[in-house]
């Protein structure tokens, strides 16, 4: 009797621990077929479907994985949340408007700058030559820079050193010569000058600014059309025009060449 209670507690205990282990790698409670051919690769197959839940959870939790997607996302929301994500955006969303406000607002500050270097107080400052200058970047410089600019990556698409000459030779010959005499004729238009003054004007500022503007646009275009992107290149030459503008708007101001030889 002894022996039979002994061999009994034994297959009990036998029975305990298949049972344990069964649990322990078969959630759903069944025995797994024996691994042999085709049930054993099935097996294989479907346990990490069955688990891949489990695990998918376990990393989540110690992991973090599943935050991954919404705190990128979120980093990118933060990086672009700043005035210079917000301007870039506008320049893609509305180019023309942006070039042009920004090139206003260049020749605001330029201009009040120009005014600052001779003048002592406050007081002298010509807040109606300002608003000249500030119609002219809004309505003419800025729109004129952004089809310039789009037609010559249109006319020379590539970036490479012999290109980017070609560029520069367009930009002193055709542009910077046309939109200074339209700087010059427009500005004195509004100043109430009338077609002689006008011409005389030009012949007496025109060659001088053209011979200052090929001694410092060169290295300002060659940077521009040879490091910046298309959509950015009127703000960087709009940068670069700062200076020029100091120079331009103190021309442009200069007595009617009437009154100098009176």
């Not at 506008?90 to 270097?117: C, E, G, H, N, W």
């Not at 010959?173 to 427009?186: C, D, I, K, L």
């Not at 290295?219 to 709009?238: A, E, R, Y």
């Not at 120079?247 to 009176?262: E, G, L, Q």
Request: hydrophobic share 40%.
């Amino acid at each position: 009797m002894t022996g039979a209670l002994f061999r009994n507690a034994a297959n009990d205990a036998a029975r305990i621990f298949r049972l344990q282990r069964t649990s322990a790698t078969n959630p759903f409670g069944k025995l797994d077929p024996l691994p042999i051919g085709g049930d054993f690769r099935r097996r294989l197959q479907s346990r990490p479907y069955f688990r891949a839940p489990q695990f998918y959870g376990k990393a989540k939790k110690e992991t973090g994985f599943s935050g991954f997607c919404s705190s990128s996302s979120s980093s990118s929301t933060v990086s672009t949340a700043g005035f210079i994500g917000w301007y870039l955006g506008m320049v893609k969303s509305r180019p023309v408007f942006t070039k042009s406000v920004t090139s206003s607002l260049i020749y605001i500050a330029a201009d009040l700058s120009s005014q600052t270097i001779p003048q002592d107080s406050v007081e002298s400052y010509d807040l109606v030559r300002t608003a000249r200058m500030a119609g002219y970047g809004l309505l003419i410089l800025g729109p004129t820079l952004h089809y310039w600019f789009n037609l010559m990556s249109r006319l020379f698409p590539k970036r490479d050193l012999i290109t980017t000459f070609k560029k520069m030779a367009m930009g002193q010959a055709v542009y910077g010569p046309a939109m200074n005499v339209v700087f010059f004729s427009s500005n004195a238009a509004l100043q109430g000058e009338n077609g002689s003054e006008i011409v005389a004007r030009l012949k007496r500022d025109l060659l001088p600014t053209m011979l200052n503007g090929v001694m410092y646009w060169p290295l300002c275009d060659f940077v521009t059309f040879k490091f910046c992107p298309v959509h950015l290149q009127p703000l960087v030459s709009n940068s670069f025009s700062y200076l020029w503008t100091i120079y331009i708007t103190y021309m442009a101001s200069r007595a009617k060449p009437t009154a100098i030889s009176s």
